[in-house]
Protein backbone atom coordinates (compact mmCIF):
# COMPACT_ATOMS: atom_id res chain seq x y z
CA UNK A 1 0.00 0.00 0.00
CA UNK A 2 2.75 2.53 0.67
CA UNK A 3 4.03 2.08 -3.06
CA UNK A 4 0.21 2.77 -4.11
CA UNK A 5 0.46 5.59 -1.73
CA UNK A 6 3.21 7.09 -2.86
CA UNK A 7 2.56 6.62 -6.76
CA UNK A 8 -1.06 8.18 -5.87
CA UNK A 9 1.16 11.42 -4.60
CA UNK A 10 3.35 11.39 -6.96
CA UNK A 11 1.09 11.35 -10.11
CA UNK A 12 -1.91 13.15 -9.03
CA UNK A 13 -0.09 16.41 -7.40
CA UNK A 14 1.76 16.14 -10.90
CA UNK A 15 -1.24 15.94 -12.50
CA UNK A 16 -3.32 18.56 -10.77
CA UNK A 17 0.05 20.86 -10.73
CA UNK A 18 -0.51 21.28 -14.82
CA UNK A 19 -4.40 20.76 -15.48
CA UNK A 20 -4.87 23.23 -12.67
CA UNK A 21 -3.34 25.88 -14.80
CA UNK A 22 -4.36 24.32 -18.34
CA UNK A 23 -5.92 26.82 -20.16
CA UNK A 24 -3.02 29.52 -19.00
CA UNK A 25 -0.88 26.71 -21.38
CA UNK A 26 -3.19 26.62 -24.12
CA UNK A 27 -3.62 30.24 -24.44
CA UNK A 28 -0.21 32.05 -23.62
CA UNK A 29 2.09 28.81 -25.00
CA UNK A 30 0.21 27.81 -27.93
CA UNK A 31 -2.48 30.65 -29.03
CA UNK A 32 -5.53 29.07 -28.33
CA UNK A 33 -8.70 30.91 -29.17
CA UNK A 34 -10.59 31.05 -25.17
CA UNK A 35 -13.49 30.37 -27.28
CA UNK A 36 -12.20 27.14 -27.89
CA UNK A 37 -10.60 25.91 -24.71
CA UNK A 38 -14.43 24.65 -23.34
CA UNK A 39 -14.32 21.90 -26.36
CA UNK A 40 -10.81 21.57 -26.14
CA UNK A 41 -11.59 20.58 -22.23
CA UNK A 42 -14.78 18.51 -23.51
CA UNK A 43 -12.54 16.39 -25.97
CA UNK A 44 -10.22 15.74 -23.05
CA UNK A 45 -12.92 14.62 -20.84
CA UNK A 46 -14.06 12.02 -23.34
CA UNK A 47 -10.89 11.04 -24.33
CA UNK A 48 -10.21 10.28 -20.13
CA UNK A 49 -13.68 8.29 -20.37
CA UNK A 50 -11.97 5.93 -23.22
CA UNK A 51 -8.62 5.76 -21.35
CA UNK A 52 -10.65 4.37 -17.73
CA UNK A 53 -11.86 1.50 -19.95
CA UNK A 54 -9.10 0.76 -21.90
CA UNK A 55 -6.78 0.94 -18.36
CA UNK A 56 -9.92 -1.17 -17.08
CA UNK A 57 -9.89 -3.23 -19.40
CA UNK A 58 -6.03 -4.29 -18.66
CA UNK A 59 -5.75 -4.23 -15.12
CA UNK A 60 -6.80 -7.43 -14.07
CA UNK A 61 -4.16 -8.86 -16.15
CA UNK A 62 -1.85 -6.78 -16.53
CA UNK A 63 -1.79 -4.14 -13.44
CA UNK A 64 2.06 -3.07 -12.92
CA UNK A 65 2.15 -3.26 -16.67
CA UNK A 66 -0.80 -0.69 -16.82
CA UNK A 67 0.59 1.42 -14.71
CA UNK A 68 4.10 1.79 -15.75
CA UNK A 69 2.65 2.72 -19.16
CA UNK A 70 0.19 5.15 -17.51
CA UNK A 71 3.01 6.72 -15.77
CA UNK A 72 5.53 6.83 -18.70
CA UNK A 73 2.63 8.16 -20.83
CA UNK A 74 2.06 11.16 -18.43
CA UNK A 75 5.47 12.14 -18.47
CA UNK A 76 5.90 11.47 -22.33
CA UNK A 77 2.83 13.48 -23.08
CA UNK A 78 3.62 16.44 -20.68
CA UNK A 79 6.77 16.85 -21.80
CA UNK A 80 5.76 16.48 -25.45
CA UNK A 81 3.30 19.57 -24.65
CA UNK A 82 5.82 21.62 -22.77
CA UNK A 83 8.11 21.15 -25.89
CA UNK A 84 5.83 21.32 -28.94
CA UNK A 85 2.89 22.19 -27.96
CA UNK A 86 3.29 26.09 -29.43
CA UNK A 87 0.41 26.15 -31.81
CA UNK A 88 -3.55 25.12 -31.28
CA UNK A 89 -3.71 22.20 -33.75
CA UNK A 90 -0.28 20.14 -31.42
CA UNK A 91 -1.56 21.69 -27.91
CA UNK A 92 -4.86 20.56 -29.08
CA UNK A 93 -3.71 16.69 -29.56
CA UNK A 94 -1.19 16.78 -27.08
CA UNK A 95 -4.19 17.69 -24.20
CA UNK A 96 -6.37 14.86 -26.07
CA UNK A 97 -3.65 12.65 -25.39
CA UNK A 98 -3.56 13.74 -22.15
CA UNK A 99 -6.86 13.07 -21.29
CA UNK A 100 -6.62 9.73 -22.79
CA UNK A 101 -3.72 8.41 -20.59
CA UNK A 102 -4.48 10.14 -17.37
CA UNK A 103 -7.76 8.70 -17.91
CA UNK A 104 -6.61 4.90 -16.48
CA UNK A 105 -5.06 6.36 -13.16
CA UNK A 106 -8.14 6.22 -11.08
CA UNK A 107 -8.86 2.72 -11.64
CA UNK A 108 -5.43 1.44 -12.00
CA UNK A 109 -4.67 2.98 -8.40
CA UNK A 110 -7.89 1.87 -6.99
CA UNK A 111 -7.14 -1.73 -8.37
CA UNK A 112 -3.58 -1.62 -6.92
CA UNK A 113 -4.92 -0.65 -3.52
CA UNK A 114 -6.98 -3.10 -3.39
CA UNK A 115 -4.76 -5.78 -4.48
CA UNK A 116 -2.15 -4.23 -1.74
CA UNK A 117 -4.61 -4.93 1.19
CA UNK A 118 -6.66 -7.86 0.65
CA UNK A 119 -9.21 -8.31 3.16
CA UNK A 120 -9.14 -3.90 3.85
CA UNK A 121 -10.41 -3.15 1.04
CA UNK A 122 -12.08 -0.23 2.87
CA UNK A 123 -8.99 1.03 4.47
CA UNK A 124 -7.02 0.97 1.24
CA UNK A 125 -9.79 2.54 -0.29
CA UNK A 126 -10.15 5.36 2.01
CA UNK A 127 -6.21 5.83 2.01
CA UNK A 128 -6.40 5.96 -1.75
CA UNK A 129 -8.94 9.20 -1.86
CA UNK A 130 -7.32 10.92 1.07
CA UNK A 131 -3.80 10.64 -1.07
CA UNK A 132 -6.02 11.48 -4.15
CA UNK A 133 -7.44 15.01 -2.37
CA UNK A 134 -3.89 15.98 -0.83
CA UNK A 135 -2.24 15.59 -4.00
CA UNK A 136 -4.39 17.33 -5.76
CA UNK A 137 -4.32 20.34 -3.30
CA UNK A 138 -0.51 19.75 -3.07
CA UNK A 139 -0.49 20.08 -6.64
CA UNK A 140 -2.55 23.09 -7.24
CA UNK A 141 0.10 24.81 -4.96
CA UNK A 142 3.30 23.62 -6.58
CA UNK A 143 1.44 24.35 -9.66
CA UNK A 144 0.42 27.89 -8.84
CA UNK A 145 4.22 28.51 -7.62
CA UNK A 146 5.86 27.21 -10.60
CA UNK A 147 3.39 29.32 -12.75
CA UNK A 148 4.01 32.56 -10.70
CA UNK A 149 8.08 31.86 -10.44
CA UNK A 150 8.46 30.31 -14.44
CA UNK A 151 6.22 30.40 -17.30
CA UNK A 152 2.96 28.38 -17.33
CA UNK A 153 5.06 25.55 -19.48
CA UNK A 154 7.26 25.17 -16.06
CA UNK A 155 4.03 23.20 -14.79
CA UNK A 156 4.30 20.72 -17.92
CA UNK A 157 7.77 19.85 -17.02
CA UNK A 158 6.83 19.41 -12.91
CA UNK A 159 3.89 17.06 -13.80
CA UNK A 160 6.28 15.25 -16.09
CA UNK A 161 9.01 14.82 -13.72
CA UNK A 162 6.61 13.89 -11.07
CA UNK A 163 5.30 11.15 -13.32
CA UNK A 164 8.68 9.79 -14.29
CA UNK A 165 9.55 9.03 -10.80
CA UNK A 166 6.13 7.47 -10.38
CA UNK A 167 6.95 5.73 -12.97
CA UNK A 168 10.44 4.00 -11.67
CA UNK A 169 9.11 3.39 -8.76
CA UNK A 170 6.20 1.54 -10.17
CA UNK A 171 9.50 -0.17 -12.07
CA UNK A 172 11.60 -0.59 -9.05
CA UNK A 173 8.77 -2.02 -6.46
CA UNK A 174 9.57 -5.18 -5.41
CA UNK A 175 5.90 -6.75 -4.63
CA UNK A 176 4.01 -8.79 -7.59
CA UNK A 177 0.63 -7.33 -8.06
Known sequence: MRIGVLVTFLL????FAAYTFV????????GVD?????????????AGIAGNFAA???????????????????????ALFALLGTDP???SALLV??????????????????KAAPGAGEAASSLLVAAFNLSIALGALVGGATVDGLAA?????????????????????????
Do not use: D, F, N
Not at 157 to 176: D, E, H, I, P, Q
Open 12 to 15: IAGH
Open 23 to 30: RPVLREAA
Open 34 to 46: HALIGGLLMAYGI
Open 56 to 78: GSRVAAHLRGTLLAICAGLAAVT
Open 89 to 91: VTA
Open 97 to 114: AWGLVYGGVSVSLQTWML
Open 153 to 177: TGVLWVAGSLALVAAATVATSRKSL
